[in-house]
C-alpha cells in the first residue's frame, strides 16, 4: 500500500483535531504541536479516542488538550524518575562485577575468556570489540591517564575501569558470562536468584533505551516477561496482591526493591510515590496498578 497522507502545516493540524472533537485553546495547541510534534503527541491521545483502533478518529466528548498535555508531562517526569533509579542499579551493578571478578581473576582477568565460562566464544569476541572500541573513544580522564602511563604494554584497562565505560548492554553481557559464583554472590546482595536478578536486568537495559529514546514509558507493556521471585521465596511478591510481569507497576516495584538494598537512604521511594498519587485511578490502572496495589508489602512501606 502506497503512503498518501499528505504533509499538514500547524494551523492545518489544529483544524484537524478540532474537526476530531478535541477541545484546546488554538495558540496553545499550535505552539505545543511545534515543539513536541503532532505524531509524538498521538500516542498519548489515543486513550481518549472513542474507538481506539477502529479507524474511528474522534474524541470522546470532553476531552481537552489540557489533560493530554498533563499526560505527556507526567511521562516525562516519570521517564526522569525511572532512569535515576536504573543509574544507581548499572553503577552497583559495575562495580561489583569489576570487584568479584578482579578478585578471582586478576585486574585483566576479562583477557582470558575461561574465566567468563558462561560467554560463549563469538558472545566473548564480540564483547571483546566493544570494550576495545568504548576504550578507543573515551575522553575520560582516568583512560587517558591510563593510556598515557600504561598504553605501551596494555591495550586495555584494569577491570575497575573498563566497567566504567561500559553501556548496561555491556555491562549485562557480562554478568551473564560471568562466573556462577560471582553471579549468584550479586543476586544473593539482592535477595533474589541469579536467573531473576539477569531477567530485571534485561528488562532495564530495555527500558533505559526506551527513556533514552524519549519514549512512552507510564502505559508501556515491558517486551519481556521479567520473572517474579516465586512466592515460597519472596512472598511479598505475591500476597495479599501479586505483581504481574509485564506492566509499569512491575518495573516500578522492580526498581524499588533494588534501591532498598542499594541506596536504603535514598529518597527515591518517595519521589515515585508523590508522582503517581498525581494520576486518576483509571490511569493507574494503565499503568498496573490494579484495585489493591497499595496492599503489596513492598509498596505499603514506600507509602508516606
Not at 40 to 68: A, C
Request: hydrophobic share 35%.
Amino acid at each position: 500500500m502506497r503512503y498518501q497522507k499528505p504533509w499538514l502545516s500547524y494551523e492545518e493540524q489544529a483544524d484537524r483535531l478540532e474537526e476530531r472533537g478535541l477541545e484546546f485553546d488554538r495558540n496553545d495547541l499550535i505552539s505545543h504541536l511545534a515543539d513536541v510534534g503532532y505524531y509524538r503527541l498521538s500516542g498519548y491521545w489515543y486513550i481518549y479516542k472513542q474507538n481506539p483502533g477502529s479507524g474511528d478518529e474522534s474524541f470522546v466528548e470532553g476531552t481537552s488538550f489540557e489533560k493530554i498535555w498533563d499526560l505527556y508531562t507526567f511521562d516525562r517526569q516519570l521517564r526522569l524518575v525511572t532512569l535515576d533509579a536504573i543509574e544507581r542499579v548499572e553503577v552497583y551493578m559495575r562495580t561489583q562485577l569489576a570487584y568479584r571478578l578482579a578478585k578471582t581473576a586478576g585486574p585483566f582477568g576479562y583477557l582470558d575468556r575461561s574465566t567468563l565460562p558462561n560467554m560463549e566464544q563469538s558472545a566473548y569476541g564480540h564483547f571483546m570489540s566493544r570494550c576495545s572500541a568504548a576504550y578507543g573513544r573515551s575522553k575520560a580522564l582516568f583512560i587517558e591517564h591510563f593510556k598515557q602511563k600504561y598504553g605501551d604494554l596494555h591495550r586495555l584497562p584494569s577491570y575497575w575501569m573498563l566497567v566504567n565505560i561500559m553501556d548496561f548492554g555491556m555491562m549485562l553481557t557480562l554478568f551473564k558470562g560471568s562466573l556462577d559464583d560471582v553471579r549468584k554472590g550479586i543476586a544473593d546482595e539482592m535477595g533474589v536468584p541469579a536467573e531473576v536478578l539477569e531477567s530485571w536486568l534485561l528488562t532495564l537495559n530495555t527500558v533505559r533505551n526506551a527513556c533514552a529514546h524519549h519514549d512512552r514509558l507510564w502505559n508501556k507493556r515491558l517486551g519481556n516477561k521479567t520473572k517474579i521471585p516465586r512466592s515460597h521465596r519472596c512472598p511479598e511478591w505475591h500476597r495479599p496482591h501479586k505483581v504481574n510481569n509485564r506492566s509499569t507497576f512491575a518495573l516500578l516495584t522492580i526498581l524499588g526493591y533494588l534501591l532498598e538494598r542499594i541506596a536504603p537512604v535514598s529518597s527515591w521511594h518517595d519521589k515515585a510515590v508523590r508522582l503517581i498519587q498525581t494520576r486518576s485511578e483509571e490511569d493507574l490502572c494503565r499503568m498496573g496498578f490494579c484495585k489493591g496495589w497499595e496492599t503489596c508489602p513492598m509498596w505499603a512501606r514506600w507509602m508516606p
